[in-house]
Nanobody, 121 residues
Framework: QVSLLESGGGLVQAWGSLRLSCAGS????????LGWFRQAPGKEREFVAA????????YYADSVKGRSTISIDDGMNMVYLQMNSLKPEDTAVYYC??????????????WGQGTQVTVSS
């Protein structure tokens, strides 16, 4: 069992940056694919970024590619999402997730509660 807790969301102006953090407790992260997803009001939850269980591969949605970086600290059971050049359309609740056979889909076993990111224009 893994519990996930996101932090680092908030209100930021367009073109600003945020670093989201996700702390895991319970079983070690090291065996799991890890991902970030987001859900805007009235929209489906969508993939943002992920890293494979081997840590050899990272994946990004086209909408954030070049502006975001996912990073892992397995020793601390932490996963981060650095987001730069934020746009109003990045406004959403951001969720971290652990344990999936297909990291770019929402087929994760464990989910956090989410952290709100609001980007003002």
């Amino acid at each position: 069992q893994v519990s996930l807790l996101e932090s680092g969301g908030g209100l930021v102006q367009a073109w600003g940056s945020l670093r989201l953090s996700c702390a895991g407790s319970g079983r070690a992260f090291v065996r799991y694919a890890l991902g970030w997803f987001r859900q805007a009001p009235g929209k489906e939850r969508e993939f943002v970024a992920a890293v494979s269980w081997s840590r050899a591969n990272t994946y990004y949605a086209d909408s954030v590619k070049g502006r975001s970086t996912i990073s892992i600290d397995d020793g601390m059971n932490m996963v981060y999402l650095q987001m730069n050049s934020l746009k109003p359309e990045d406004t959403a609740v951001y969720y971290c997730a652990a344990d999936s056979a297909i990291p770019t889909t929402a087929s994760y076993t464990y989910w956090g509660q989410g952290t709100q990111v609001t980007v003002s224009s």
